[in-house]
Protein backbone atom coordinates (compact mmCIF):
# COMPACT_ATOMS: atom_id res chain seq x y z
CA UNK A 1 0.00 0.00 0.00
CA UNK A 2 1.63 3.08 -0.88
CA UNK A 3 0.37 6.88 0.24
CA UNK A 4 3.04 9.11 -1.56
CA UNK A 5 3.58 9.17 -4.95
CA UNK A 6 5.58 10.48 -7.68
CA UNK A 7 4.44 10.75 -11.47
CA UNK A 8 7.17 11.54 -14.18
CA UNK A 9 5.08 13.03 -16.99
CA UNK A 10 2.29 15.78 -17.37
CA UNK A 11 1.03 14.48 -20.41
CA UNK A 12 -2.61 12.78 -20.69
CA UNK A 13 -1.52 9.49 -19.49
CA UNK A 14 0.60 11.62 -16.30
CA UNK A 15 -2.49 13.18 -15.74
CA UNK A 16 -4.81 10.53 -15.98
CA UNK A 17 -2.64 8.71 -13.38
CA UNK A 18 -3.00 12.13 -11.39
CA UNK A 19 -6.43 12.10 -11.83
CA UNK A 20 -7.20 8.79 -10.20
CA UNK A 21 -4.62 8.34 -7.80
CA UNK A 22 -5.35 11.70 -6.16
CA UNK A 23 -9.38 10.42 -6.42
CA UNK A 24 -8.17 7.28 -4.21
CA UNK A 25 -6.83 9.94 -1.63
CA UNK A 26 -3.18 9.01 -2.39
CA UNK A 27 -0.98 12.10 -1.88
CA UNK A 28 0.50 12.93 -5.73
CA UNK A 29 2.98 15.14 -6.89
CA UNK A 30 3.23 15.24 -10.59
CA UNK A 31 6.27 16.43 -12.13
CA UNK A 32 7.12 17.30 -16.14
CA UNK A 33 10.20 18.86 -17.92
CA UNK A 34 7.54 20.97 -19.54
CA UNK A 35 4.13 21.66 -19.92
CA UNK A 36 1.13 19.89 -19.80
CA UNK A 37 0.79 18.06 -22.65
CA UNK A 38 3.68 18.90 -24.71
CA UNK A 39 5.00 16.14 -25.99
CA UNK A 40 3.05 13.57 -27.65
CA UNK A 41 -0.35 14.46 -26.28
CA UNK A 42 -0.05 17.42 -28.09
CA UNK A 43 0.77 15.81 -31.89
CA UNK A 44 -2.03 13.02 -32.22
CA UNK A 45 -5.34 13.47 -33.61
CA UNK A 46 -7.25 12.69 -29.76
CA UNK A 47 -8.45 8.89 -30.97
CA UNK A 48 -10.68 7.02 -28.36
CA UNK A 49 -10.64 3.86 -30.66
CA UNK A 50 -11.97 0.35 -30.31
CA UNK A 51 -11.90 -0.04 -34.03
CA UNK A 52 -8.41 -0.93 -34.96
CA UNK A 53 -7.86 -2.86 -31.67
CA UNK A 54 -7.24 -6.64 -31.98
CA UNK A 55 -9.03 -9.20 -29.14
CA UNK A 56 -6.23 -9.45 -26.43
CA UNK A 57 -4.82 -7.22 -23.63
CA UNK A 58 -4.90 -3.79 -25.07
CA UNK A 59 -8.90 -4.29 -26.43
CA UNK A 60 -9.53 -5.07 -22.92
CA UNK A 61 -7.60 -2.29 -21.66
CA UNK A 62 -9.61 0.03 -24.35
CA UNK A 63 -12.87 -1.49 -23.72
CA UNK A 64 -12.26 -0.14 -19.51
CA UNK A 65 -10.81 3.17 -20.86
CA UNK A 66 -13.99 3.70 -23.20
CA UNK A 67 -16.31 3.46 -20.07
CA UNK A 68 -13.93 5.57 -17.94
CA UNK A 69 -13.38 8.50 -20.48
CA UNK A 70 -17.48 8.07 -20.45
CA UNK A 71 -17.21 8.66 -16.42
CA UNK A 72 -14.34 11.80 -16.58
CA UNK A 73 -17.06 13.52 -19.30
CA UNK A 74 -19.52 13.46 -16.50
CA UNK A 75 -17.36 14.68 -14.43
CA UNK A 76 -14.77 16.99 -15.83
CA UNK A 77 -17.40 18.30 -18.71
CA UNK A 78 -17.92 16.71 -21.93
CA UNK A 79 -17.67 19.84 -23.79
CA UNK A 80 -14.63 21.06 -22.08
CA UNK A 81 -12.72 18.54 -23.08
CA UNK A 82 -14.33 17.70 -26.53
CA UNK A 83 -15.05 14.63 -25.33
CA UNK A 84 -17.59 13.54 -29.08
CA UNK A 85 -18.78 9.71 -29.38
CA UNK A 86 -18.67 10.60 -33.20
CA UNK A 87 -18.43 6.94 -33.98
CA UNK A 88 -15.89 5.32 -36.61
CA UNK A 89 -16.32 4.01 -39.94
CA UNK A 90 -13.72 2.03 -41.30
CA UNK A 91 -13.90 1.51 -45.10
CA UNK A 92 -12.79 -1.15 -47.33
CA UNK A 93 -11.43 -0.56 -50.89
CA UNK A 94 -11.75 -3.70 -52.32
CA UNK A 95 -13.65 -6.77 -51.85
CA UNK A 96 -11.00 -9.04 -50.38
CA UNK A 97 -10.38 -6.50 -47.91
CA UNK A 98 -13.95 -6.04 -47.28
CA UNK A 99 -13.75 -9.58 -46.67
CA UNK A 100 -10.48 -9.43 -44.31
CA UNK A 101 -12.60 -6.46 -42.49
CA UNK A 102 -15.52 -8.57 -41.95
CA UNK A 103 -13.48 -11.19 -40.32
CA UNK A 104 -11.85 -8.68 -38.35
CA UNK A 105 -14.82 -7.17 -36.82
CA UNK A 106 -16.19 -10.47 -35.95
CA UNK A 107 -13.43 -11.79 -33.89
CA UNK A 108 -14.13 -8.03 -32.20
CA UNK A 109 -17.57 -8.14 -31.79
CA UNK A 110 -16.83 -11.64 -29.79
CA UNK A 111 -14.87 -9.78 -27.37
CA UNK A 112 -17.13 -7.18 -26.50
CA UNK A 113 -16.60 -4.42 -29.48
CA UNK A 114 -19.82 -3.02 -30.70
CA UNK A 115 -19.49 -3.29 -34.53
CA UNK A 116 -22.56 -2.79 -37.39
CA UNK A 117 -21.57 -3.83 -40.83
CA UNK A 118 -22.55 -1.06 -43.12
CA UNK A 119 -23.08 -1.62 -46.68
CA UNK A 120 -23.47 1.74 -48.40
CA UNK A 121 -21.03 3.74 -46.74
CA UNK A 122 -22.24 6.91 -48.52
CA UNK A 123 -25.41 6.42 -46.35
CA UNK A 124 -24.13 7.44 -43.06
CA UNK A 125 -21.15 9.52 -44.88
CA UNK A 126 -22.06 11.57 -47.67
CA UNK A 127 -19.21 12.52 -49.12
CA UNK A 128 -17.04 9.62 -49.14
CA UNK A 129 -15.77 8.65 -53.38
CA UNK A 130 -18.51 6.68 -54.70
CA UNK A 131 -17.79 2.59 -55.50
CA UNK A 132 -16.31 1.81 -52.10
CA UNK A 133 -17.25 -1.94 -51.65
CA UNK A 134 -18.67 -1.47 -47.77
CA UNK A 135 -17.52 -0.97 -44.33
CA UNK A 136 -17.91 -1.77 -40.53
CA UNK A 137 -19.48 1.33 -38.29
CA UNK A 138 -17.85 1.51 -34.64
CA UNK A 139 -20.42 3.14 -32.86
CA UNK A 140 -18.29 3.59 -29.18
CA UNK A 141 -15.28 5.01 -31.24
CA UNK A 142 -14.91 8.48 -30.24
CA UNK A 143 -12.74 11.59 -30.14
CA UNK A 144 -11.32 14.04 -26.88
CA UNK A 145 -9.18 17.10 -27.04
CA UNK A 146 -5.75 15.81 -25.88
CA UNK A 147 -4.47 18.66 -24.28
CA UNK A 148 -7.74 20.08 -22.86
CA UNK A 149 -8.32 16.73 -21.31
CA UNK A 150 -4.92 16.51 -19.79
CA UNK A 151 -5.04 20.02 -18.75
CA UNK A 152 -8.60 18.97 -17.01
CA UNK A 153 -7.51 15.87 -15.14
CA UNK A 154 -4.74 17.15 -13.69
CA UNK A 155 -6.56 20.42 -12.85
CA UNK A 156 -8.96 18.28 -10.80
CA UNK A 157 -6.54 15.94 -9.55
CA UNK A 158 -4.87 19.38 -7.94
CA UNK A 159 -8.51 20.29 -6.30
CA UNK A 160 -7.55 16.76 -4.53
CA UNK A 161 -4.79 18.15 -3.12
CA UNK A 162 -2.10 16.79 -5.69
CA UNK A 163 0.88 18.88 -6.74
CA UNK A 164 2.23 20.04 -9.91
CA UNK A 165 5.71 21.19 -10.91
CA UNK A 166 6.77 21.73 -14.25
CA UNK A 167 10.22 22.29 -15.54
CA UNK A 168 11.24 19.94 -12.38
CA UNK A 169 13.37 17.51 -14.60
CA UNK A 170 13.50 13.64 -12.33
CA UNK A 171 17.29 12.35 -12.12
CA UNK A 172 17.12 9.33 -9.97
CA UNK A 173 15.14 7.48 -7.17
CA UNK A 174 16.20 7.63 -3.73
CA UNK A 175 15.62 4.23 -1.67
CA UNK A 176 16.58 2.78 1.49
CA UNK A 177 16.96 -1.18 1.59
CA UNK A 178 14.61 -2.62 -0.45
CA UNK A 179 11.76 0.71 -0.17
CA UNK A 180 11.67 3.79 -1.89
CA UNK A 181 11.98 6.64 -0.05
CA UNK A 182 11.72 9.47 -2.51
CA UNK A 183 12.48 10.72 -6.28
CA UNK A 184 15.31 13.30 -6.61
CA UNK A 185 15.42 16.37 -9.31
CA UNK A 186 18.17 17.43 -11.57
CA UNK A 187 17.76 20.81 -9.44
CA UNK A 188 18.76 18.42 -6.41
CA UNK A 189 15.76 18.71 -4.66
CA UNK A 190 14.10 15.57 -3.31
CA UNK A 191 10.33 14.62 -3.37
CA UNK A 192 9.44 12.12 -0.70
CA UNK A 193 7.70 9.11 -2.48
CA UNK A 194 6.81 5.76 -1.74
CA UNK A 195 6.59 5.19 -5.31
CA UNK A 196 6.74 7.02 -8.88
CA UNK A 197 5.02 6.13 -11.69
CA UNK A 198 6.96 6.43 -15.33
CA UNK A 199 4.45 8.57 -17.43
CA UNK A 200 6.95 9.53 -19.53
CA UNK A 201 5.29 8.45 -23.22
CA UNK A 202 8.23 8.18 -25.35
CA UNK A 203 10.98 9.50 -23.05
CA UNK A 204 9.84 6.71 -20.91
CA UNK A 205 12.96 4.56 -21.49
CA UNK A 206 15.01 7.45 -20.43
CA UNK A 207 13.70 8.08 -17.61
CA UNK A 208 12.89 4.07 -16.71
CA UNK A 209 17.01 4.15 -17.05
CA UNK A 210 17.17 7.37 -14.81
CA UNK A 211 14.81 5.42 -12.15
CA UNK A 212 17.02 2.15 -12.08
CA UNK A 213 14.55 0.38 -14.54
CA UNK A 214 15.20 0.86 -18.17
CA UNK A 215 12.50 -0.61 -20.10
CA UNK A 216 12.78 -0.21 -24.40
CA UNK A 217 10.65 2.03 -25.66
CA UNK A 218 11.01 3.56 -29.22
CA UNK A 219 9.88 6.69 -31.42
CA UNK A 220 7.78 6.29 -34.08
CA UNK A 221 7.20 9.54 -36.26
CA UNK A 222 3.68 10.54 -37.21
CA UNK A 223 2.37 13.09 -39.47
CA UNK A 224 -0.87 14.66 -38.92
CA UNK A 225 -2.05 16.85 -41.91
CA UNK A 226 -5.04 20.22 -40.93
CA UNK A 227 -6.90 21.56 -43.57
CA UNK A 228 -8.74 25.11 -43.55
CA UNK A 229 -12.14 25.59 -41.31
CA UNK A 230 -15.25 23.62 -43.51
CA UNK A 231 -19.12 23.56 -42.69
CA UNK A 232 -19.14 19.79 -41.54
CA UNK A 233 -18.60 17.31 -44.08
CA UNK A 234 -17.31 14.50 -42.38
CA UNK A 235 -19.39 12.92 -39.36
CA UNK A 236 -16.87 10.18 -38.46
CA UNK A 237 -13.76 9.12 -37.52
CA UNK A 238 -12.83 7.49 -40.80
CA UNK A 239 -10.44 5.72 -42.16
CA UNK A 240 -8.77 2.47 -44.43
CA UNK A 241 -9.39 -0.85 -43.49
CA UNK A 242 -5.07 -0.98 -44.04
CA UNK A 243 -4.57 1.26 -40.76
CA UNK A 244 -4.87 -1.85 -38.91
CA UNK A 245 -1.91 -3.56 -40.33
CA UNK A 246 0.01 -0.53 -40.37
CA UNK A 247 -0.60 0.02 -36.70
CA UNK A 248 0.68 -3.87 -36.05
CA UNK A 249 3.47 -3.55 -37.93
CA UNK A 250 7.24 -3.05 -37.15
CA UNK A 251 8.14 -2.04 -40.46
CA UNK A 252 11.04 0.64 -40.53
CA UNK A 253 10.01 2.50 -43.37
CA UNK A 254 6.94 4.88 -44.03
CA UNK A 255 3.65 3.53 -43.51
CA UNK A 256 0.74 5.62 -44.47
CA UNK A 257 -3.02 5.08 -44.14
CA UNK A 258 -5.15 7.36 -43.96
CA UNK A 259 -7.71 8.80 -40.90
CA UNK A 260 -9.88 11.17 -41.65
CA UNK A 261 -12.24 13.47 -39.51
CA UNK A 262 -13.74 16.46 -38.87
CA UNK A 263 -13.15 18.71 -35.77
CA UNK A 264 -15.59 20.78 -33.75
CA UNK A 265 -13.46 23.96 -34.79
CA UNK A 266 -14.05 22.84 -38.38
CA UNK A 267 -11.06 21.93 -39.53
CA UNK A 268 -10.36 17.97 -41.11
CA UNK A 269 -7.74 16.25 -39.62
CA UNK A 270 -5.67 13.51 -41.73
CA UNK A 271 -3.18 11.00 -40.15
CA UNK A 272 -1.79 9.16 -39.82
CA UNK A 273 1.84 8.02 -41.10
CA UNK A 274 4.10 5.76 -39.16
CA UNK A 275 8.34 6.01 -39.64
CA UNK A 276 11.10 4.60 -37.28
CA UNK A 277 13.43 7.77 -37.90
CA UNK A 278 14.32 8.38 -34.36
CA UNK A 279 13.89 11.64 -32.60
CA UNK A 280 13.89 13.37 -36.18
CA UNK A 281 11.48 16.43 -36.39
CA UNK A 282 12.75 17.09 -39.87
CA UNK A 283 9.25 18.30 -41.86
CA UNK A 284 8.85 15.22 -44.78
CA UNK A 285 6.94 16.83 -47.50
CA UNK A 286 6.60 13.49 -49.37
CA UNK A 287 4.72 11.97 -46.11
CA UNK A 288 2.70 15.07 -46.48
CA UNK A 289 2.23 14.36 -50.12
CA UNK A 290 1.32 10.74 -49.91
CA UNK A 291 -1.20 11.19 -46.80
CA UNK A 292 -3.08 14.44 -48.62
CA UNK A 293 -3.26 11.82 -51.98
CA UNK A 294 -5.04 8.59 -49.51
CA UNK A 295 -7.47 11.45 -48.14
CA UNK A 296 -9.02 12.89 -51.22
CA UNK A 297 -8.88 9.55 -52.77
CA UNK A 298 -11.75 8.63 -50.13
CA UNK A 299 -13.27 12.10 -50.00
CA UNK A 300 -12.82 13.58 -53.37
CA UNK A 301 -14.17 17.13 -52.47
CA UNK A 302 -10.43 17.48 -50.07
CA UNK A 303 -8.75 18.11 -53.47
CA UNK A 304 -10.66 21.30 -53.37
CA UNK A 305 -9.51 22.43 -50.00
CA UNK A 306 -6.84 23.90 -48.83
CA UNK A 307 -4.39 22.25 -45.85
CA UNK A 308 -2.91 25.03 -43.35
CA UNK A 309 -1.05 23.35 -41.54
CA UNK A 310 0.43 20.02 -40.65
CA UNK A 311 2.46 18.81 -37.07
CA UNK A 312 4.42 15.33 -36.27
CA UNK A 313 4.89 14.15 -33.25
CA UNK A 314 6.77 10.69 -31.47
CA UNK A 315 4.27 7.32 -31.35
CA UNK A 316 6.01 5.53 -28.09
CA UNK A 317 6.12 2.36 -28.63
CA UNK A 318 7.20 -0.91 -27.15
CA UNK A 319 8.72 -3.74 -28.99
CA UNK A 320 5.63 -6.54 -28.88
CA UNK A 321 3.79 -2.73 -29.70
CA UNK A 322 2.16 -3.29 -26.27
CA UNK A 323 1.95 -0.31 -23.35
CA UNK A 324 4.03 -1.27 -20.21
CA UNK A 325 1.90 -0.62 -17.41
CA UNK A 326 2.47 -2.14 -13.67
CA UNK A 327 5.14 -2.27 -10.99
CA UNK A 328 9.12 -2.61 -12.35
CA UNK A 329 10.11 -6.47 -10.83
CA UNK A 330 13.32 -5.17 -10.66
CA UNK A 331 13.11 -1.87 -8.86
CA UNK A 332 10.80 -1.31 -5.69
CA UNK A 333 8.13 1.15 -5.93
CA UNK A 334 8.28 2.51 -9.68
CA UNK A 335 6.00 1.20 -11.90
CA UNK A 336 5.74 2.23 -15.39
CA UNK A 337 2.79 3.69 -17.34
CA UNK A 338 4.18 4.33 -21.46
CA UNK A 339 4.88 2.59 -24.60
CA UNK A 340 0.95 3.16 -25.69
CA UNK A 341 2.33 3.73 -29.36
CA UNK A 342 -1.21 5.45 -30.97
CA UNK A 343 -3.33 4.87 -29.07
CA UNK A 344 -2.53 6.77 -25.68
CA UNK A 345 -4.77 8.93 -25.79
CA UNK A 346 -7.72 6.52 -25.89
CA UNK A 347 -5.72 4.54 -23.23
CA UNK A 348 -5.17 7.33 -20.56
CA UNK A 349 -8.07 6.44 -18.17
CA UNK A 350 -7.89 2.52 -17.89
CA UNK A 351 -4.28 3.37 -17.44
CA UNK A 352 -4.38 5.96 -14.49
CA UNK A 353 -6.87 3.50 -12.70
CA UNK A 354 -4.57 0.54 -13.45
CA UNK A 355 -2.00 2.03 -11.98
CA UNK A 356 -4.01 3.57 -8.66
CA UNK A 357 -5.28 -0.07 -8.47
CA UNK A 358 -1.40 -1.16 -8.26
CA UNK A 359 -0.53 2.00 -5.99
CA UNK A 360 -3.45 0.34 -3.67
CA UNK A 361 -3.38 -3.14 -4.07
CA UNK A 362 -6.77 -3.75 -5.10
CA UNK A 363 -9.36 -2.89 -7.55
CA UNK A 364 -10.29 0.56 -8.60
CA UNK A 365 -12.99 2.06 -10.72
CA UNK A 366 -12.89 -1.33 -12.61
CA UNK A 367 -9.10 -2.09 -13.22
CA UNK A 368 -8.49 -5.09 -11.70
CA UNK A 369 -4.60 -5.63 -11.55
CA UNK A 370 -5.27 -9.40 -12.10
CA UNK A 371 -7.30 -8.58 -15.49
CA UNK A 372 -4.14 -6.80 -16.95
CA UNK A 373 -1.06 -8.91 -16.70
CA UNK A 374 -0.65 -8.93 -20.21
CA UNK A 375 0.65 -5.58 -19.89
CA UNK A 376 3.26 -6.05 -17.26
CA UNK A 377 6.35 -5.53 -17.63
CA UNK A 378 7.78 -8.65 -16.36
CA UNK A 379 7.08 -9.56 -20.16
CA UNK A 380 10.55 -8.45 -21.21
CA UNK A 381 12.26 -10.18 -18.50
CA UNK A 382 13.06 -13.64 -16.87
CA UNK A 383 12.35 -14.32 -14.04
CA UNK A 384 15.73 -13.11 -12.51
CA UNK A 385 15.28 -9.69 -13.44
CA UNK A 386 17.49 -9.68 -16.21
CA UNK A 387 16.37 -8.59 -19.51
CA UNK A 388 15.18 -11.42 -21.82
CA UNK B 1 -12.94 55.17 -54.00
CA UNK B 2 -13.76 52.17 -55.84
CA UNK B 3 -16.67 49.53 -54.80
CA UNK B 4 -17.13 46.05 -54.61
CA UNK B 5 -20.15 43.77 -53.93
CA UNK B 6 -20.54 42.09 -50.68
CA UNK B 7 -23.42 40.19 -49.79
CA UNK B 8 -25.32 41.93 -52.17
CA UNK B 9 -24.13 45.15 -51.14
CA UNK B 10 -21.37 47.76 -52.07
CA UNK B 11 -18.79 48.24 -50.30
CA UNK B 12 -15.94 51.34 -50.80
CA UNK B 13 -12.47 50.61 -50.60
CA UNK B 14 -9.14 52.29 -51.45
CA UNK B 15 -6.95 51.01 -54.40
CA UNK B 16 -4.23 48.89 -52.42
CA UNK B 17 -6.63 47.75 -49.78
CA UNK B 18 -7.07 43.47 -49.29
CA UNK B 19 -10.78 42.77 -48.72
CA UNK B 20 -10.36 42.75 -44.74
CA UNK B 21 -8.60 45.59 -45.03
CA UNK B 22 -11.62 47.22 -46.55
CA UNK B 23 -14.01 45.46 -44.15
CA UNK B 24 -12.19 47.03 -40.92
CA UNK B 25 -12.44 50.51 -42.22
CA UNK B 26 -15.49 50.15 -42.98
CA UNK B 27 -16.22 49.05 -39.19
CA UNK B 28 -16.75 45.40 -39.92
CA UNK B 29 -14.65 43.49 -37.72
CA UNK B 30 -16.41 39.93 -37.74
CA UNK B 31 -17.89 38.05 -40.76
CA UNK B 32 -17.80 34.66 -39.64
CA UNK B 33 -18.59 32.47 -36.60
CA UNK B 34 -16.88 29.17 -35.12
CA UNK B 35 -19.61 26.08 -35.57
CA UNK B 36 -19.63 25.06 -31.72
CA UNK B 37 -21.43 28.62 -29.86
CA UNK B 38 -20.98 31.00 -33.17
CA UNK B 39 -18.36 32.78 -31.27
CA UNK B 40 -17.40 35.82 -33.95
CA UNK B 41 -14.16 35.77 -36.30
CA UNK B 42 -12.40 38.18 -38.31
CA UNK B 43 -9.64 39.35 -38.99
CA UNK B 44 -6.86 37.37 -36.59
CA UNK B 45 -3.65 37.19 -37.71
CA UNK B 46 -3.68 39.18 -40.78
CA UNK B 47 -0.44 37.09 -42.97
CA UNK B 48 -2.59 34.30 -44.29
CA UNK B 49 -1.45 31.98 -41.27
CA UNK B 50 -4.94 31.31 -39.39
CA UNK B 51 -7.05 30.90 -42.12
CA UNK B 52 -9.72 32.59 -39.58
CA UNK B 53 -11.10 35.70 -42.15
CA UNK B 54 -12.17 33.22 -45.06
CA UNK B 55 -14.86 34.62 -47.49
CA UNK B 56 -16.18 33.37 -51.26
CA UNK B 57 -14.55 35.37 -53.88
CA UNK B 58 -16.34 35.43 -57.23
CA UNK B 59 -18.33 32.16 -56.30
CA UNK B 60 -14.89 30.62 -54.70
CA UNK B 61 -14.63 29.46 -51.14
CA UNK B 62 -12.11 29.57 -48.34
CA UNK B 63 -10.15 32.48 -50.04
CA UNK B 64 -8.33 35.09 -47.29
CA UNK B 65 -9.85 38.09 -47.36
CA UNK B 66 -6.46 39.30 -45.61
CA UNK B 67 -4.39 37.92 -48.76
CA UNK B 68 -6.83 39.28 -51.40
CA UNK B 69 -6.59 43.04 -52.92
CA UNK B 70 -10.22 44.45 -53.49
CA UNK B 71 -10.83 44.64 -56.85
CA UNK B 72 -13.50 47.00 -58.38
CA UNK B 73 -16.75 45.01 -59.13
CA UNK B 74 -15.41 41.96 -56.83
CA UNK B 75 -18.25 39.92 -55.44
CA UNK B 76 -17.24 38.84 -51.68
CA UNK B 77 -19.92 36.66 -49.93
CA UNK B 78 -19.37 35.91 -46.24
CA UNK B 79 -20.37 32.64 -44.43
CA UNK B 80 -22.49 34.85 -42.10
CA UNK B 81 -25.33 35.50 -45.42
CA UNK B 82 -24.75 31.54 -46.36
CA UNK B 83 -24.66 29.50 -43.12
CA UNK B 84 -28.15 27.56 -42.02
Not at chain 1, 33 to 38: I, K, P
Not at chain 1, 294 to 307: D, E, S, T, V, Y
Request: with cysteine.
Amino acid sequence: MTSKVVVVGAGVVGAACAFHAASAGLDVTVVDRGAVGAGTTSRGEGNVLLSDKEPGPELDLARLSRALWEEAGEELGSDSIELEAKGGLVVASTAEGLTALRGFALRQATAGVRTEPVEHVRDIEPHLAPGLPGGIHYPQDAQVQPVLAAAAMLHAAVARGARFHTGEIAAAVMGRGDRLTGVRTVAGDVLPADAVVNAAGTWGGEVGRRLGASIEVLPRRGFVLVTEPLPRMVRHKVYSADYVANVASSDAGLETSCVVEGTRGGTILIGASRERVGFDTTMNPAVVARLAAQACRLFPFLRGIHLIRTYRGFRPYCPDHLPVIGPDPRAPGVIHACGHEGAGIGLAPATGALVTAHLLGRSWRGADPAAHTGLLPDRFFTSGGTSK
Amino acid sequence: MSELIIDGKPLAFVEGQTVAAALVAAGRVSWRTTRVGHRPRGVFCGIGVCFDCLVAIDGVGGQRACLIPAREGMTVTTEESTDE
